[in-house]
């Protein structure tokens, strides 16, 4: 009797609520739904990323190569592409670092202690997220423009902000500060306080326990964050676009030189330079999808899915 039993619980599915394991193995763990369900949505987001995603980047490196790869790199060799490219460079070299220093301040500050105003200076290092970049640069004109704030003395001691390099970093480091800061934050925030009070029992430093103990703990949230800043720095193009005058071969960064050619119905250099900014984005994606892949579970969030 007991073997018969024991047959038929064997032969007989095991039912979950009425459902058959086989039945439930074919539905979502999540929602409950059917394959059919999950390849249709599948096909959706792969549809979307084909038409908005794919297709535009061919278009970009087909039309950058239409006339041959004489035209285009004898379009990126002009006096005025490369002086674009080479100040696109440094504005990133300069805003970068200033933003790596801030986010380790701020993330610092945020997550290692208590302080009023607290929320408050969160808020404002999400401001640029809410703030339209142009709005952000034709703050900067009113504040440092020769009719502005402080115009008149800037004049009278010769220092050019606006319609310079200056205002361009300036402009550039606004739009990008908040992104080193929110990918610290919130692993900082994760991980407590707990070692460094151990490394400060043990007689170490502030500064030593954050170069021997917090910094390693952050160094990939860190480099993640200085990726995702320096594509937004090297790409923005609202707010330099108001501080840069478009001054050819002076105060033209990549996304404004190629405005000017497109506007030119130059389209195979334009195309060209576009090119070269669609490379960086590619290589900021697999550095990232590298350090995700990785280095998960060190990144900002990525502990608490896992």
């Not at 061919?58 to 490219?85: M, N």
């Not at 200033?98 to 500050?109: E, P, S, Y």
């Not at 840069?244 to 405005?259: A, D, F, Q």
Request: hydrophobic residues 55%; glycine residues 8%.
């Amino acid at each position: 009797m007991s073997e018969t039993l024991a047959d038929w619980a064997e032969a007989r599915p095991v039912t979950i609520e009425g459902r058959t394991k086989a039945h439930v193995k074919t539905r979502s763990p999540v929602t409950g739904e059917g394959p059919v369900l999950a390849g249709v949505l599948i096909a959706i987001a792969v549809i979307f990323l084909l038409l908005f995603l794919v297709l535009p980047l061919a278009v970009v490196f087909y039309e950058a190569f239409a006339k041959g790869v004489g035209a285009y790199f004898s379009a990126l060799s002009t006096p005025d592409a490369r002086s674009a490219i080479w100040l696109t460079l440094t504005v990133a070299a300069i805003a970068v670092p200033l933003n790596i220093l801030f986010g380790l301040a701020a993330a610092w500050a945020i997550a290692k202690f208590r302080f009023p105003g607290k929320s408050f200076l969160i808020t404002l290092i999400d401001l640029p997220f809410s703030v339209s970049p142009v709005v952000a640069g034709l703050i900067y004109v009113l504040l440092f423009g020769a009719q502005g704030l402080l115009g008149p003395w800037l004049k009278a001691h010769d220092i050019e902000i606006i319609f310079a390099v200056p205002g361009i970093v300036l402009a550039t480091v606004f739009v990008t500060f908040p992104f080193v800061a929110r990918e610290l934050i919130a692993l900082m925030e994760d991980q407590g306080t707990g070692d460094e009070e151990v490394a400060l029992s043990l007689g170490a430093t502030g500064f030593t326990a954050f170069l021997r103990v917090t910094l390693p703990n952050i160094k990939w949230a860190l480099l993640y964050g200085v990726l995702l800043c320096n594509a937004r720095a090297m790409g923005e193009f609202g707010a330099v676009s108001v501080v840069s005058g478009h001054i050819r071969g002076k105060t033209n960064t990549m996304p404004l030189h190629v405005e000017i050619l497109y506007n030119e119905y130059n389209v195979a250099a334009a195309f060209a330079v576009a090119s070269l900014l669609a490379l960086l984005a590619l290589v900021t994606l697999v550095l990232k999808t590298v350090l995700e892949s990785r280095f998960g579970d060190e990144l900002p969030g990525k502990s608490r899915r896992h």
